[in-house]
């Protein structure tokens, strides 16, 4: 293909902080194969973050976007300073995808919910890491969507990039997901590792932190906090529900409950936080966190330091079990240009800028 | 969506044993799921097995051929009888898609491959669980299908259904699949496990057949030539190259080799005949079969019974592991439907017959 033949699909972030960097850096690698594999080019017309922004209605390229060296008192070459806040960015941004990527705020979903409404109610497609708006109002905003005929994804909201709302949107046709499970907390399951070789709480807490999985403050992830975030994400779209994370049972977690139940564990299993969504007879769904021994035949039982996964109970396929090796910023941006290119595929790309 | 208003897919059968048995009640357990969720309408045009065939322009739904009680002495109502070979069917069966599930013919793919072809040259797109033709003529086809501009889709010819190809392909986009592994031989596996357990060879290969996964002849699967094939379909679609089943290494196999390698095994890891592929430095694709002793930490090192896996090495995520439950002919016959879901997504279908 061509580079004036490819089809130009303005971004837009919202967002900077690791996995912005590293989707940035990972458009730029993947530019030529982009042009290649799907006639596709991807420019940025706008980044804001923290501290300043910029627009740049014709768009910078990967390469170019990295090269400036952007810092707020240097734009790209021919942006101009963005003073607004977020929602004005998601509404003006001369952008087709905007990608939210800031911080959770996890008992509201704001301010990136707004965020999201805001550019969908423009007409921009939405692409975001970020699991507020799917936790928070997942039904609203697919809504939204649909009546301004734009697409909004958010592969990277749980399990980093691992495709798993992908899986089931593209290869699990026709299937209806009877329940899943999952060990969807690191930090937890990092120091239920940690503890059973023998370290103390206090010291895989440190360690945990050190390696930069866990927050300043441990309970979110101890007390199963991110994990019913989480939950409530998979629950709402893959088995069609509309909980909030506050509806997700977390039941015998937090600090103290570790040591005693690595004291009961039987030989040979393995204890992890796990999230647990699963239909009932009525048709109502439940969704749990917590505290689980896995039998030494489970296949999420021998996870290890970062990998993850998820167990996913089928009408069709049984059960099928999708896991990643590693997580970090890397999958996540990989999973924001996954959902970047399943809508320049699904819905076309303007040709011109 | 009304029924009048669905899309209709005309679909012929080459092949009906327990898949096209298994795939014809899906598609009639689907019929108002598919209309409901894709506006989608499968109706069957034609069928050829082994005994005798028929063709049915207008289509029989699939209720409608369930209730038939189809014999080669009574057809569906409305339908004439097929007198030809399986090409001649291929060429003729007044069909959107032709579904390939004869036996496969694993030395050199016939005669599958030439019911492929003439499929795709009369234009009409092709689905096949058949390994035969992807392992022995994979890029002839696909570049046939794309003069055509019809699509080959196999997503049933390794792993049952489990959706390793359709992952690649929509799930994983940008991304180079540099390596993989899995252990791809039921009966080798299953023999090993058995074996472990106590049982002598010559019994868990008996309780293989009764189980149905094993052949007559075990040879075929303890000596690697049904790994063999399965390698070289993954290797030359994911791996994109162009190997036949004889280039793939086979080494230290056959039902000699098991008992030495599992008394030499080390406490805590497990034996598996695994199929490998990767590219090596120079580019070039290299596929094994062979008797690997996996460690604890292995995803794939706990898979027991009819479960199986596979690990891909990718440039994006790392490494991304899916794992089967349970396989069988149900499973073969969804990714069968997925695929033809697929064809109905990406190329649209006739709104009349």
Same mark, same amino acid.
């Given at each position: 293909?061509? &580079? &004036?033949?490819?089809?130009?699909? +303005?971004?837009?972030?919202? $967002?900077?902080?690791?996995?912005?960097?590293?989707?940035?850096?990972?458009?730029?690698?993947?530019?030529?194969?982009? #042009?290649? !594999?799907?006639?596709? !080019?991807?420019?940025?017309? $706008?980044?804001? +973050? !923290?501290?300043?922004?910029?627009? @740049?209605?014709?768009?910078?390229?990967?390469?170019?976007? #990295?090269?400036? $060296?952007?810092?707020?008192? !240097?734009?790209?070459?021919?942006?101009?300073?963005?003073?607004?806040? $977020?929602?004005?960015?998601? *509404?003006?941004?001369? *952008?087709?995808?905007?990608?939210?990527?800031?911080?959770?705020?996890?008992?509201?979903?704001?301010?990136?919910?707004?965020?999201? +409404?805001?550019?969908?109610? *423009?007409?921009? @497609?939405?692409?975001?890491?970020? &699991?507020?708006?799917?936790? @928070?109002?997942?039904?609203?905003l697919r809504a939204l969507a649909a009546e301004h005929g734009v697409a909004l994804r958010f592969e990277s909201t749980v399990l980093d990039g691992l495709p798993i709302f992908n899986l089931a949107e593209f290869t699990l046709p026709a299937t209806r997901i009877t329940g899943l499970r999952g060990p969807l907390n690191s930090t937890s399951n990092f120091v239920l590792d940690r503890m059973r070789m023998g370290w103390s709480q206090e010291r895989a807490i440190v360690e945990a932190r050190a390696l930069g999985i866990a927050e300043a403050n441990p309970a979110y992830d101890l007390d199963g906090w991110d994990a019913a975030v989480k939950a409530t994400v998979l629950a709402n779209v893959l088995l069609d529900t509309d909980l909030r994370p506050q509806d997700v049972a977390r039941e015998g977690l937090g600090a103290e409950a570790m040591q005693p139940a690595l004291a009961a564990l039987p030989e040979g299993y393995a204890l992890k936080q796990m999230v647990e969504v699963e239909r009932d007879a009525s048709g109502a769904v439940r969704a749990t966190v917590a505290l689980r021994a896995l039998p030494p035949g489970d296949p999420l039982a021998h996870l290890s330091g970062m990998e993850t996964g998820i167990l996913l109970h089928t009408d069709t396929m049984g059960n099928v079990t999708l896991l990643e090796g590693e997580g970090g910023p890397g999958q996540t941006a990989f999973g924001v240009l996954a959902d970047v290119i399943a809508i320049a595929r699904a819905h076309g790309v303007r040709s011109d800028r």
């Open positions: 293909v061509d &580079k &004036k033949d490819a089809k130009v699909l +303005r971004l837009a972030l919202l $967002g900077y902080g690791n996995v912005g960097r590293a989707f940035t850096a990972l458009a730029g690698e993947k530019d030529a194969e982009l #042009q290649a !594999r799907y006639g596709l !080019r991807l420019v940025f017309t $706008g980044v804001l +973050r !923290r501290g300043g922004g910029w627009r @740049h209605p014709a768009g910078v390229a990967p390469a170019d976007l #990295q090269a400036s $060296g952007w810092t707020a008192s !240097r734009l790209p070459a021919g942006a101009t300073a963005f003073a607004g806040d $977020g929602a004005d960015f998601a *509404a003006q941004c001369p *952008a087709d995808v905007l990608i939210e990527l800031t911080t959770l705020e996890p008992l509201t979903g704001e301010p990136a919910t707004s965020h999201v +409404r805001a550019a969908l109610a *423009a007409g921009r @497609h939405v692409v975001t890491a970020n &699991k507020g708006p799917i936790a @928070h109002a997942y039904r609203a």
